[in-house]
C-alpha cells in the first residue's frame, strides 16, 4: 500500500509541474504576442547570453570558442529567427 501512495504521489507531482509548465508556456507565448514583445525577448536573450559569456570567462581558464561568439548582434538574431519559424507553425490541437 505504501508503494501504490508513493506511486500515486509521484504522478500528482508530474502531472502538477507538467501543468505549470504548460500554463508558463501560454504565459511566454501571450507575452511574445504582444506589443514589444520580441524586443523584450530580444533584450532577455542578449542579457542571458551575456551573462553566461562571463560566467565561462570567470570559471576557465582555457576555452574554445567559435569565431563568432562574441558577435551578440548575431546570436539575438540567430534566436529571434528560431522564434519567428516557430511562430509560423501551426499550433497542435489539445
Given at each position: 500500500?505504501?508503494?501504490?501512495?508513493?506511486?500515486?504521489?509521484?504522478?500528482?507531482?508530474?502531472?502538477?509541474?507538467?501543468?505549470?509548465?504548460?500554463?508558463?508556456l501560454?504565459?511566454?507565448?501571450?507575452?511574445?504576442?504582444?506589443?514589444?514583445?520580441?524586443?523584450?525577448?530580444?533584450?532577455?536573450?542578449?542579457k542571458?547570453?551575456?551573462?553566461?559569456?562571463?560566467?565561462?570567462a570567470?570559471?576557465?581558464?582555457?576555452?574554445i570558442?567559435?569565431?563568432?561568439?562574441?558577435?551578440?548582434?548575431?546570436?539575438?538574431?540567430?534566436?529571434?529567427?528560431?522564434?519567428?519559424?516557430?511562430?509560423?507553425?501551426?499550433?497542435?490541437?489539445?
Amino acid at each position: 500500500m505504501k508503494r501504490i501512495n508513493e506511486a500515486e504521489g509521484r504522478a500528482q507531482e508530474i502531472l502538477k509541474v507538467a501543468e505549470a509548465t504548460a500554463e508558463g508556456l501560454r504565459k511566454v507565448a501571450a507575452s511574445l504576442a504582444a506589443p514589444g514583445g520580441h524586443d523584450a525577448a530580444n533584450l532577455d536573450v542578449a542579457k542571458k547570453y551575456l551573462d553566461q559569456f562571463g560566467k565561462l570567462a570567470r570559471e576557465n581558464n582555457t576555452m574554445i570558442l567559435p569565431g563568432d561568439l562574441t558577435d551578440v548582434a548575431s546570436m539575438v538574431a540567430t534566436a529571434m529567427s528560431t522564434l519567428r519559424r516557430t511562430d509560423s507553425r501551426p499550433a497542435p490541437s489539445s
